[in-house]
């Protein structure tokens, strides 16, 4: 990672670009490169431009149309950006193609997060299934990346797994991967075991979209120290605490945040992380319903809960930040009582479409932290009284 202290002449300069198509919307593109641009920040580098076409579907040779690819390569040059970095997925000769026509680093979205990850991964558990993402994503890109990943000179997007040259084949690659598959399987037993060395605890477990507050809240309801940062992915690795309320004692686990488009290598990397997720007993879905897309979001996690075979559990959806939801929503000179109107119309409705699994919150603003807490207790008492009717103690 880059030093976040330096100036902004000092970082990387990036160029986005996206592309509308017959799967993407132009208004769903404009929120998908807002929201690689905060990426690119999370990476540490900067946004000097984003540039975006529309075409009935992407060049298969180099995504873009030549002539907006000569545009691309116009700009980045005359401004000094080093990076260009395309929202969606790209193939290896499409990153080749698009390399040696505009003499820049080219990268995609799933490489750009797979660079934070491995910036962002602590716990040898989380380095492993990093690596062996960037292995799987290196893998079928090899014959067409193979100029672009013979760099030496670093940056966003460079950070590869261990090696600073990349004097690597298919053979290599794939005992490599093995091998990291061997190491991942050792680790995942180990959790495994800890899992099972938990007891009867009733298990509740974080989920939601990245950056919606899933770590303050964690560290406000059990009162622990968990990382927290206006970043996506601050938090890799999943952290369990033992909570008591009222003498009724739960885990409660904080895990990774999902994002769209997030590369599959990286979910079924992170399968021991999703375990936690997939073997809870309950899930607070946690909602940044300040986002202008959280809806969108929310079908994001939805999504991939079902991917996991996680979506049938009883989930609680906390919308949080509703202190930046009303001040971005209400005019400063709107009435109070209509302001309480539209907020009882908008709890309605979710309470409606969750059949009464929604509460409303601010964590920052310390706002319905005890209705929270309250109804947590609530549900855990209930998983208790359903699973052990004879352990009078917990409930």
């Not at 000092?10 to 807002?34: D, N, P």
């Not at 992407?58 to 000569?70: A, M, Y």
């Not at 000179?153 to 990349?166: L, N, V």
């Not at 309480?340 to 479409?353: F, G, S, V």
Request: proline share 2%; aromatic share 8%; charged share 30%.
């Amino acid at each position: 990672m880059l030093d976040k202290t330096n100036s902004i002449k000092h970082q990387e300069q990036a160029v986005l670009v996206g592309l509308i198509y017959k799967e993407q919307t132009e208004v769903q593109v404009k929120e998908y490169l807002t929201e690689l641009a905060f990426l690119a920040d999370t990476a540490g580098c900067v946004t000097v431009k984003t540039f975006v076409q529309k075409l009935p579907r992407p060049d298969s040779k180099t995504f873009v149309g030549k002539g907006k690819l000569e545009e691309i390569r116009e700009y980045a040059q005359a401004k000094g950006a080093t990076l260009l970095i395309f929202d969606d997925e790209l193939t290896g000769s499409q990153i080749g193609n698009i390399t040696e026509a505009t003499g820049i680093r080219t990268i995609d979205r799933s490489d750009l997060i797979l660079d934070i990850f491995a910036a962002r991964a602590r716990t040898a558990q989380a380095r492993v299934q990093v690596e062996l993402a960037q292995y799987q994503y290196i893998l079928p890109r090899l014959k067409g990346m193979w100029k672009h990943l013979e760099r030496q000179g670093g940056g966003i997007g460079s950070r590869g797994p261990g090696e600073t040259e990349i004097e690597t084949d298919r053979r290599i690659v794939k005992d490599k991967i093995a091998l990291l598959r061997k190491r991942l399987g050792e680790i995942d037993k180990q959790a495994t075991t800890q899992r099972k060395e938990r007891g009867t605890y009733i298990r509740v477990a974080f989920v939601g979209y990245t950056n919606v507050g899933k770590s303050t809240l964690m560290n406000i309801l059990a009162k622990s120290e968990v990382f927290a940062e206006n970043k996506l992915f601050a938090t890799l690795d999943t952290t369990t605490r033992k909570v008591v309320y009222e003498q009724t004692p739960f885990l409660l686990s904080d895990t990774v945040g999902f994002i769209r488009k997030l590369p599959h290598h990286l979910v079924e990397s992170f399968k021991s992380t999703l375990d936690e997720v997939r073997e809870a007993d309950c899930l607070l879905h946690v909602v940044d319903i300040s986002h202008p897309g959280y809806e969108d979001q929310m079908g994001v996690v939805n999504k991939t809960l079902q991917e996991i075979g996680a979506f049938d559990k009883p989930i609680l959806t906390i919308f949080n930040k509703m202190d930046l939801y009303e001040e971005n929503t209400f005019d400063k000179w709107l009435e109070d009582s209509v302001k309480q109107e539209m907020l009882t119309d908008l709890e309605a409705r979710w309470q409606q479409e969750t059949h009464n699994s929604a509460i409303f919150v601010s964590a920052t603003a310390r706002r319905n932290i005890d209705g929270l807490r309250n109804t947590i207790l609530s549900r855990v008492k209930k998983l208790y009284e359903e699973r052990y009717p004879y352990l009078t103690q917990f409930y």
